[in-house]
């Protein structure tokens, strides 16, 4: 969860440069960002979990998850910020929406 402020900062901060602004449009891709965000500490504290029931210690556990999730981490984030570079720099009808969302997704 202490991951998710730093993320909206990097999203605003996007809009911000972008000059967009908070509308009902980067407001999902805000709540998408924060379901990516959650999902990856999720992911780390159930993997820990699962060493720490092998008998590991928790700074053993912690360490090694972090070490072994971060790559799959890692490509999941670039992938979506990649998917999102055109949504940032779409043009055409109704592009505005779609840039405001990808903005947020690429300010991750």
């Not at 979990?49 to 556990?61: H, I, M, P, R, T």
Request: without cysteine.
């Amino acid at each position: 969860m202490l991951s998710v402020p730093p993320a909206i900062f990097g999203a605003v901060m996007a809009l911000h440069f972008a000059g967009a602004s908070l509308s009902i449009y980067s407001k999902i891709g805000l709540i998408t960002l924060i379901g990516l965000v959650t999902k990856h500490g999720i992911l780390i504290v159930e993997f820990a979990n699962q060493l720490q029931e092998k008998g590991a210690s928790v700074s053993d556990a912690v360490l090694e998850a972090a070490i072994l999730r971060l790559r799959p981490i890692l490509m999941t984030t670039a992938a979506t910020v990649l998917g999102a570079f055109p949504l940032a720099f779409a043009f055409g009808a109704g592009a505005e929406s779609r840039q405001q969302l990808g903005w947020v997704i690429v300010g991750e």
